[in-house]
């Protein structure tokens, strides 16, 4: 009796201190940070959706690198993406080009020998978001889920893509993977610039700055970027769906929104606007799914049509209202990304880019299902538990 009391004791202790832990973190973090969105770069942006197609892409600007190379991802896996990614990076190391490479720690999952050789070869590896005191739990739920890539500082990338096989459709049991990543010329590489050397130089300093902005010409499309740091993208995000007066079109693999994003996408139903969700068959995450029922079936219930890509994996984080405005980048459309998570998103009004964006969102439309309101009232039951289970947390979903 005595020692079961003592472990209700210690298992209250640890929820109230967690829950004080997160809660003031939170506090603080509000307080502190604020999203910030540039003004407009004009820059000339291509979309990649394959990944095959996006790492030929990058090793190729890496090999053709002359001065610098700044790399940046959530998760570096040391396979064989990876260690193809890790060789082209010492390569240039070794022959005298500055390579900076930074990692989320919780994303990291390098081997010993890999980031042995990364610093034998004179790569400056670092990880972000490293666990910090005083609010120790809060920390280790914030990461940082920017994936950056600027060489030379005339070349950038920013989008939803990994360093690891599953993105290259190498996972069987995902299959093949969409995401959409974008690669950038023009002035707008200076604000992918900024953002990377700003979350590098919280670990280790970036001496000689001046030299990675190098003058770069004006592209046709206009691009704002929006980096968040945990706080301001709920607001961009429901700036554009109040503004929306025809269509909103949101691809992301987890759906779990605010309260105030549900009754807006709600609001935006009622008043005519035609509302499409495309999230993934597949599951990543063992409570994402069920997190995410009770979210989609009031959508459903407003009049949004819901789909489920059955292809393989569906990761890209898009966000197109009236056909006129694109928010696409690093954010998922969930709680994580929206309060805990360093993001950042471009966001363009430029025709060309959006018209590439809504032909492979249609594409993918077809290799998906409807999902209806009554295939959702037949889930099994215990389905319905386990999203009774995952309803306290959906703030770290």
């Known amino acids: ?188 590489v200076h604000a992918i610039q900024s953002q990377f050397m700003s979350d590098f130089e919280k670990v280790e300093a970036i001496p000689n700055q001046s030299r990675l902005f190098p003058p770069l010409e004006e592209g046709s499309q206009h691009i704002q970027f929006f980096s968040t740091q945990g706080v301001g993208l709920e607001k961009q995000y429901l700036d554009l769906i109040h503004s929306a007066t025809q269509s909103i079109s949101i691809g992301t693999p987890y759906f779990i929104p605010t309260k105030a994003l549900q009754k807006a996408l709600v609001e935006a139903c009622q008043r005519g606007v035609q509302v499409t969700i495309l999230l993934p068959e597949k599951a990543d995450h063992p409570f994402v799914k069920h997190a995410a029922t009770p979210f989609i079936i009031t959508i459903i219930q407003a009049g949004a049509i819901v789909h489920h890509y059955y292809r393989g994996f569906y990761h890209v984080k898009v966000l197109v209202v009236d056909h006129a405005t694109c928010l696409i980048g690093t954010a998922n459309f969930d709680q994580r990304s929206l309060h805990l998570n360093n993001e950042m998103s471009c966001v363009t009004n430029n025709e060309a880019f959006i018209n590439d964006v809504e032909i492979l969102f249609q594409r993918d439309l077809e290799r998906s299902i409807t999902i209806t309101e009554e295939s959702l009232k037949k889930r099994p039951k215990l389905d319905r538990l386990k999203e009774k289970a995952t309803k306290p947390l959906i703030n770290f979903l």
């Open 1 to 188: 009796m005595l020692l079961l009391l003592m472990i209700i004791t210690i298992g209250c202790a640890i929820f109230f201190w967690l829950r004080f832990d997160y809660q003031f973190g939170l506090t603080h973090l509000r307080k502190h940070e604020s999203g910030n969105i540039t003004s407009s770069y004009p820059s000339t942006a291509s979309l990649l959706s394959d990944g095959e197609a996006l790492f030929a892409c990058l090793l190729a600007d890496i090999a053709k690198a002359k001065d610098h190379i700044h790399i940046q991802f959530y998760i570096f896996r040391s396979d064989g993406i990876g260690k193809r990614v890790i060789q082209a990076l010492c390569d240039k190391a070794e022959q005298g080009i500055t390579v900076r490479l930074l990692i989320d720690q919780f994303g990291c999952k390098l081997s010993k020998s890999d980031k042995k050789a990364l610093k034998q070869a004179g790569v400056h590896f670092q990880t972000s978001s490293r666990i910090q005191t005083p609010w120790i739990f809060f920390s280790m739920n914030r990461r940082n889920h920017r994936k950056l890539s600027c060489i030379d500082g005339r070349i950038g990338y920013i989008g939803g893509f990994n360093v690891g096989d599953e993105y290259l459709g190498r996972n069987p049991f995902f299959g093949h993977w969409r995401d959409f990543h974008i690669r950038l010329t023009g002035t707008g």
